[in-house]
């Protein structure tokens, strides 16, 4: 079993920024990938960003590049989400999860965090 934590979500208004954190711990061994996934009201969940673990390696959506940043320490099992320019079409449920290399599913995930922002 592997668990992930996340916090940092709250209120934002238009243009600010957010620091989300997923605290990742148990059987991590071969879940190499930590995504980030938002999920908002009336909306099917999709896909933020990802990095792995061994080589850092980023992926993210068109919809966050530029503003967002995913990043991770290894010595802390933690991985962040740097948000900036916020709008209000960020506002959603975010969640972390894990999945190995060769799998398109994430296997385990988070509670969520909010992250409402404001015009």
């Known amino acids: 079993q592997v668990q992930l934590v996340e916090s940092g979500g709250g209120l934002v208004q238009a243009g600010g920024s957010l620091r989300l954190s997923c605290a990742v711990s148990?059987?991590?061994?071969?879940?190499?990938?930590v995504g980030w996934h938002r999920q908002a009201p009336g909306k099917e969940r999709e896909f933020v960003a990802h990095i792995t673990w061994s080589g850092g390696n980023t992926g993210y959506a068109d919809s966050v590049k530029g503003r967002f940043t995913i990043s991770r320490d290894n010595a802390k099992n933690t991985v962040y989400l740097q948000m900036n320019s916020l709008s209000p079409e960020d506002t959603a449920v975010y969640y972390c999860a894990v999945r190995k290399v060769w799998r398109e599913e994430y296997d385990y995930w988070g509670q969520g965090t909010l992250v409402t922002v404001s015009s």
């Open positions: 148990g059987r991590t061994s071969g879940y190499d990938i």
